[in-house]
């Protein structure tokens, strides 16, 4: 199967079963139904995106049905004073379970010219 884009709020109501960091920095979820999903960013030219913060403990989503998951490209609050390039993107990403919520978000910037948002897929 080749890796398929699809909507954060897929994960809901799964249950994750594992969280792998990769050396990319961009975590992968292993879902109960055996699936596995990632962020992926394509590398244009001159733009760098990269795991900026997570807020909350991983621990917390796995084993317990995911209650939400939402995603946006909102500036967050704590990046109120922060100065960047020429131009900037914020891929946000939550999951809640029953047991707590996990914050991942993730900066891009470029010259306005190239993507600076992360994507989300369906590996297997």
């Known amino acids: 199967m080749s890796n398929e884009h699809v ?3 897929t994960l809901k109501g799964k ?3 594992n969280i792998i960091w990769p050396n990319s920095n961009y975590p992968d979820f292993k879902t109960k139904d ?3 999903y990632s962020f992926i960013h394509h590398q244009d030219c001159c733009e760098s995106v990269y795991l900026y ?6 621990d917390d989503i796995i084993g317990s049905p995911i209650t939400l998951a939402e995603s946006d490209h ?9 100065k960047y390039n020429e ?10 379970t029953a047991k707590g919520r996990l914050e991942i978000y993730f900066l891009g910037e470029s010259n306005g010219y190239y ?6 897929i369906k590996v297997s």
């Open 53 to 58: 913060k997570t807020i909350g403990n991983p």
């Open 87 to 96: 131009s900037h993107t914020w891929s946000n990403f939550y999951l809640e």
């Open 15 to 17: 249950t994750i079963v």
């Open 34 to 36: 055996g699936h596995k």
């Open 74 to 82: 909102a500036e967050p609050d704590f990046a109120s004073e922060m």
């Open 115 to 120: 993507s600076e948002s992360v994507d989300f």
């Open 7 to 9: 909507e954060f709020f």
